[in-house]
């Protein structure tokens, strides 16, 4: 059985589930996955679910690239440097352990409830987690190659491409794959917690009224978009540079 046959069928098989525990109940704590498709196509057809849905992956994005790059940028000093990874590491260590509530707290205090202070949360959020990543892939290149490279008198560029970045592609995508999993979820609490706008804004709309089935739909369909992403692109991505690192 291939891998996307045996995982269609994981995931048909929960539906299942779910649509028989739903009827035995027959309890509006939990709707069926009938019922929760509808209210998707109900909202999408309004206009609702597109513009919210919209709203958090702008913010996902923009933290996710953010987060990623200052991550990648410091990760990569710390693990080539010993000296700056004795200087950062007090920092790094702090950074990993301040909980996301705190940040979130403090950036809407100090930058108000904006999409500005949302982005910059999770991204500080994020990015001690980016830079342990790639220190431990900085760490791990091999230094013979970079001789070899050196022998060969390749130009920087071609050493840095060809050389140095592959030995690291891993750890990007691992960064990445932890990240995209890690920033949506703190998104939606963001937006919960201070805008008015998002799926988490919804996620507490709903949730004032109990309304359970909006609230699995909103979660659905977010939950679609961001397997859509891993599927349709980052695993086609992975790929590519595996077939560059070859």
Known sequence: M??????????????AAWQFIAVVLSDPILPSPI??????????????????????LLRVA???????????????????????????????????????LVTIILCYIWLGLTDVAA?????????????VTLREGARAVDKNLLQVADAFRLSRQRKLLRVYLPQLYPYFMAASRNG??????????VELLGLSSGVGFQLGTYFQFFDITSILAYTAAFIVVIMGIEQFIMRPFDRRIAIWKS
């Open 119 to 131: 982005v910059t949360a999770v991204a500080i959020n994020k990015i001690p987690t980016v830079t």
């Open 180 to 189: 995209l999993a890690l920033i949506w979820k703190i998104v939606l609490v």
């Open 35 to 56: 019922a929760v498709a509808v209210r998707v196509s109900e909202y999408f057809q309004n206009g609702e679910l597109p513009y919210h849905l919209g709203v958090t």
């Open 62 to 100: 923009c933290a996710f690239f953010i987060a990623l790059a200052i991550g990648s940028i410091i990760g990569i000093a710390m693990g080539a440097s010993k000296t700056t990874d004795s200087a950062l590491d007090g920092i790094l260590v702090l950074g990993l352990n301040i909980p996301a």
């Open 2 to 15: 291939s891998s996307a046959l045996l995982r269609f069928s994981c995931l048909a098989a929960l539906f």
